[in-house]
């Protein structure tokens, strides 16, 4: 289930790219298969270590373009292990509102995407998550859980501050909003529960067959209760200097 659209972010084949905060490796994978050279870059080694696993697999089944390559990366996000403009596109997906300091995770995504390039920023949308956290104080209060709840204002007042130019918005994942509704209010941790386990099995069904229904619904309520507010954007390019004389 992918929540970037890359032909937005203008990703194309041989490029460098940041999956900042990868997780299982969702969007990663996807960059892999247009032919990116991508780092998985995410703080748990778990994680990491199955989402190489995967790029080894994808590796051997031909899945991916001769010469694209993909690794991963342990680290911090408020301290990226990399130089300065190093990469042609950034995703930081669902990543922004587990961490404390954000502006400065901004900053440090601002400052290894090249002059010119793009990134795609994902966090769930204000009204949705407002309503879990409403219906669930477990759904956010947990080690390592969601901290803030993001308005579209704000978020674009923070990665404008930092120097990125607001190229479009999009909000998606409709039919997930009220999944998470239900779980919130029947409890986040019975996945056993009838009505939960009956619409997981719709929301299987639109990711794995994409019928043509739930993709009709999708375009319905993706503006109206889309999970997820993503935000594309461009770092300026470097200003040249005027010739003397």
């Keep these: 289930m992918l929540t970037v659209d890359f032909d937005r972010l203008g990703l194309r084949p041989g490029e460098r790219v940041l999956d900042l905060g990868c997780g ?4 990663a994978f996807e960059m892999y298969r247009r032919g990116a050279d991508v780092i998985a870059f995410d703080q748990d080694p ?27 990366k342990e680290g ?47 966090v769930p949308r204000w009204l949705p998550e ?10 956010h209060d947990t080690p390592g859980g969601h901290i803030r709840i993001y308005t579209s204002e704000e978020l674009e007042a923070k990665t404008t501050a930092a120097g990125l130019v607001l190229e479009g918005r999009d909000h998606v994942h409709g039919l997930h909003a009220p999944y ?4 919130c209010a029947v ?15 719709l929301l299987v069904w639109e990711i794995e067959k994409q019928p043509a229904v739930l993709r009709a619904a999708g375009r319905v309520l993706d503006p109206l209760v889309g999970k997820s507010l993503v935000l594309y954007l461009r ?10 004389g």
């Design 24 to 27: 299982a490796g969702r969007h």
């Design 46 to 72: 778990d994680e990491l270590a199955t989402v190489r696993e995967w790029f080894a697999a994808m590796r051997d089944a031909g899945e991916v373009p001769d010469g694209a390559e993909a690794d991963v």
């Design 76 to 122: 911090d996000a408020l301290a990226l292990p990399f130089a300065d403009g190093e990469f042609d596109r950034v995703v930081a997906a669902e990543i922004l509102e587990h961490v404390p300091a954000d502006i400065a995770a901004i900053e440090e995504l601002v400052r290894v995407t090249r002059p010119g390039g793009t990134v795609a920023l994902t």
């Design 130 to 139: 407002a309503i879990c956290w409403k219906l669930s104080r477990a759904y």
């Design 180 to 183: 998470w509704w239900l779980k």
């Design 187 to 201: 409890g986040v941790d019975d996945a056993d529960h009838p009505l939960v386990r009956a619409y997981h099995r």
């Design 235 to 244: 770092k300026p390019a470097a200003v040249r200097p005027r010739d003397a």
